[in-house]
């Protein structure tokens, strides 16, 4: 295989005068040689990998993502190469700086769709001259006094439990059950931290945007 140490010991070999040299000693001076170059092969070879996010791997990854991103992306708990790259790759060409774009990314974060109200959107609070108008017709009270502002509700993504493990009030519930044990929080992925952080990663600048958790 090209770069491997024997092919760079044919290549060693090659480069000497025919009939210069021969025996064990050389051999073993060629083979020591071609050790050396293989593995600054191998080294080439993976750095080149890791110069691309589509073949960057390991930690390499995570350096691209710190360079992109901050903080603001940090590899889950146990997550493959493929599905934090996955994940990157969506960030970088993501739509940011609109109201569409709020959407998608909440509704992707928690598999809930928000409820986002801009106070100065007639479509959002209605107003008069429109098919739904009147106090409390539409929904919320608009005022043209919060202009470049928006009230996002956001429904927390629902806690499925633990694969295979009963709850509370179960047949096989208890302590002492086998397969039964009580589950931390951190087993639950996106956090309050993680929603406020989409939010301020996708609005537009000089922009108010006011969040409200809601348990789903």
Not at 61 to 73: N, Y
Not at 82 to 109: D, G, K
Not at 118 to 141: F, H, I, N, T
Not at 166 to 171: I, L, R, S
């Amino acid at each position: 295989m090209t770069g491997d140490i024997d092919d760079c010991y044919g290549r060693l070999l090659n480069a000497l005068p025919t009939n210069w040299f021969t025996g064990p000693v050389i051999t073993a001076l060629l083979y020591g040689a071609a050790w050396g170059l293989s593995f600054c092969y191998g080294l080439l070879a993976c750095i080149a990998l890791q110069t691309r996010i589509a073949t960057a791997s390991d930690g390499n990854l995570d350096m691209i993502a710190g360079d992109f991103f901050g903080m603001s992306l940090p590899r889950s708990l146990n997550e493959s190469d493929s599905s934090y790259r996955a994940r990157i790759q969506v960030q970088m060409f993501r739509q940011r700086a609109t109201r569409p774009a709020l959407l998608a990314m909440l509704t992707q974060l928690t598999g809930n769709v928000p409820t986002i109200i801009e106070p100065a959107r007639p479509a959002d609070c209605g107003g008069y001259g429109l098919p739904v108008m009147g106090y409390g017709a539409a929904g919320r009270y608009g005022s043209l006094l919060c202009p470049w502002q928006a009230f996002v509700e956001v429904y927390r993504p629902r806690s499925i439990g633990v694969l295979n493990v009963p709850g509370y009030a179960c047949a096989q519930s208890g302590y002492g059950v086998a397969g039964c044990y009580v589950a931390a929080g951190s087993l639950i992925n996106v956090s309050d931290e993680n929603i406020f952080a989409a939010v301020e990663s996708v609005r537009p600048l000089a922009t108010r945007v006011w969040v409200r958790l809601v348990d789903a």
